[in-house]
């Protein structure tokens, strides 16, 4: 069975650097931003595999990999790479590049976080979790599941006893810049 050759696609590399800079170029795959990771164990492809995709102009492949969504972005890799690459923000560059290229996401769930997150600081101009959990829990359908399940009465205990320690303010707190913030996202997503 003939294999299926992916023809590269070399501006990838630019256009991820013209974001960046990230320093994609300057890995010379010595793998310890993969052997720090703490979430490998949910990737398809490893951190350095990413790295070496972008840089050989796979873009379909990594647009579509597992990996730059379930990435937690705690910048371990980054701290352990001798090259300065910040392999961190790249991922949260390809994300945004597969949304804005409407790639389907293989975690539709995290894709659902990540919109709604980004909409919660664009309407309030800073992360308001108070609405950003019960946003997430309808929009992802996982409401639904913790009903069926029954257990949508322990988060309701859960975010009461929050409530009650002021851990989830029942009011947003106001900021100076918000329409800066907005002005920023809506930047942000006109880039191609």
Request: glycine content about 6%; some cysteine.
């Amino acid at each position: 069975m003939p294999q299926e050759t992916l023809t590269p696609d070399y501006s990838l590399l630019d256009q991820i650097e013209a974001v960046g800079p990230f320093q994609t170029g300057a890995c010379f795959q010595c793998r310890k931003c993969t052997n720090g990771c703490p979430v490998t164990f949910a990737m398809d492809l490893y951190p350095d595999e990413v790295i070496r995709m972008v840089i050989l102009g796979q873009r379909e492949a990594v647009l579509g990999c597992r990996t730059i969504w379930v990435c937690a972005a705690c910048e371990t890799c980054t701290t352990r790479c001798p090259n300065e690459v910040k392999i961190a923000e790249m991922m949260d560059c390809l994300k945004e590049m597969a949304v804005q290229e409407s790639v389907p996401s293989p975690q539709p769930q995290i894709l659902t976080l990540h919109e709604t997150f980004l909409n919660n600081i664009k309407k309030w101009g800073r992360v308001y979790e108070t609405a950003l959990l019960p946003t997430y829990l309808l929009r992802s359908g996982e409401l639904k599941h913790k009903w069926q399940a029954g257990t949508w009465q322990d988060e309701i205990k859960l975010g009461l006893q929050m409530v009650s320690k002021g851990r989830f303010p029942l009011l947003p707190t106001a900021i100076k810049g918000k329409r800066e913030v907005r002005k920023i996202l809506a930047q942000h997503r006109q880039k191609p």
